[in-house]
């Protein structure tokens, strides 16, 4: 059962209507009034009450606060705020607002300690490599199907390094990545015959958009399309995670 300590609050007025945002994460909007913390920002606490825009609202800033979950949470986990207020596991470079003292799921309010901490919960990467020979890929379906890379975190970045060039023309496959059945927004890379070649040329994938975060236990696949069966070439998919 949800319980509270109040160690420090801080009072604020409401930048908007949040009469309905009690226990959600809220940070100090540009005019210095309490505003709904938006996804990853730097939130200064939890909202303790119900206070309508232009009136008074508190916010517990430091201690033992109940608040609304956004998503599946493990006790021990570090929380920062969805694109509604709400505490899931920290992902990427979203900020650190809490730790998580009671399981429990989406929607549901639960005990949280507040922390100090509002860096980045982390700004360290690391590159997944994957060798990919050009001429396996003979029809649309997986090059790779459900890695789990056992951490949390945010796909920035997708290209594909040339290592053995093209020669036959005409030859091409689009890549995607997805997260568990969920394409990313962004990250697909077109391949052909023109672009795979000199040795070392690079194709970068378009921009990455959103659906690109994913937890320890979410699965990372590669998907090919619209293949027109090379002959020849190998490279490496690299896949930039934050």
Not at 221 to 232: D, P
Request: proline fraction near 2%.
């Amino acid at each position: 059962m949800a319980w509270e300590k109040p160690l420090e609050q801080i009072s604020l007025i409401a930048a908007a209507d949040l009469s309905a945002k009690q226990y959600y994460a809220v940070k100090v909007d540009s005019n210095g009034k309490a505003a709904l913390a938006g996804a990853g920002e730097n939130a200064i606490g939890i909202l303790q009450d119900m206070p309508t825009a232009g009136n008074v609202g508190n916010v517990m800033s430091l201690g033992v606060s109940k608040a609304v979950y956004g998503a599946t949470v493990t006790a021990g986990q570090n929380l920062s705020a969805d694109a509604n207020g709400k505490l899931i596991p920290t992902a990427g470079s979203a900020a650190v607002i809490a730790v998580a003292l009671e399981s429990g799921s989406a929607n549901e309010i639960h005990s949280v300690l507040l922390v100090t901490r509002t860096a980045t919960g982390s700004n360290s990467g690391m590159i997944l490599s994957i060798p990919i020979k050009l001429a396996k890929i003979a029809a649309a379906g997986d090059v790779v199907t459900n890695y789990t890379a056992g951490i949390s975190g945010t796909i920035k970045k997708v290209s594909f390094v040339v290592t053995d060039p093209v020669t036959t023309a005409g030859k091409a496959a689009t890549l995607n990545l997805e997260i568990g059945t969920t394409n990313l927004t962004g990250g697909v890379v077109s391949l052909t015959s023109a672009n795979c070649t000199p040795l070392g040329a690079v194709i970068d994938g378009t921009a990455i958009t959103g659906n690109n975060v994913f937890g320890s236990t979410d699965s990372i696949s590669v998907e090919a399309s619209s293949v027109t069966a090379f002959t020849e070439g190998e490279g490496m998919l690299l896949i930039v995670i934050q």
